[in-house]
């Protein structure tokens, strides 16, 4: 197995996970996912994975910090 592969199983397991959670558990763990599975997509060349996994970082983030605002 190569390592960009292993990275994909990496990116796929924790997203898999983060919907094990809610609230903002899942909002940081799928972040995550989403942050390696832009480094895959950047590594396999693939435009559609980079823009999707960009656009839920953004959209992850946006989320996080309604919530962090939401509990101060």
């Known amino acids: 197995m190569e390592f960009i592969e292993i ?3 990496i990116a796929t397991t924790l997203i898999l996970i983060s919907f094990m959670f809610e609230g903002m558990k899942l909002r ?6 989403a942050v390696v599975w832009l480094y895959y ?3 396999m060349g693939s435009s559609s994975i980079m823009f999707l996994n960009g ?3 953004g959209i992850q983030t946006i989320k996080i910090y309604q919530i ?4 101060s």
């Open 55 to 57: 656009t839920l970082i």
């Open 28 to 33: 940081v763990i799928n972040t995550i996912g």
């Open 68 to 71: 962090r605002k939401r509990l």
């Open 41 to 43: 997509g950047y590594e």
């Open 7 to 9: 990275i994909g199983w």
